[in-house]
């Protein structure tokens, strides 16, 4: 059995991947809401890289984008 990681800061790779998924929103969406996916995206980046090599880890960062769609859902969108 592997044990995840714990990693305090964002991989180098999650740090890069993350600012071109900010930079390619500002194509379609205001300034603000573009940069707002910065803190997400490295969030489900650091969930990846926690659980890297178990059977989690394509699972932890979707369930979390669920959790987080939810949640906005439920509160900007009277869900």
């Known amino acids: 059995m592997t044990i995840a990681k714990v990693r305090q800061t964002p991989s180098v790779a999650n ?3 993350s600012l071109l998924f900010c930079g390619l929103h500002f194509l ?3 300034p ?3 940069a707002a ?3 997400p995206s490295l969030m489900f980046g650091m969930a990846r890289d926690r659980f890297d090599g178990t ?3 394509t699972l932890a960062p979707v369930a979390l984008h669920i959790w987080y769609n939810a949640g906005w859902f439920w509160l900007f969108e009277g869900g």
């Open 32 to 34: 603000v809401w573009a």
């Open 55 to 57: 059977t989690s880890e």
């Open 37 to 39: 996916v910065l803190l």
């Open 15 to 17: 740090v890069l991947t």
């Open 28 to 30: 379609y969406h205001p």
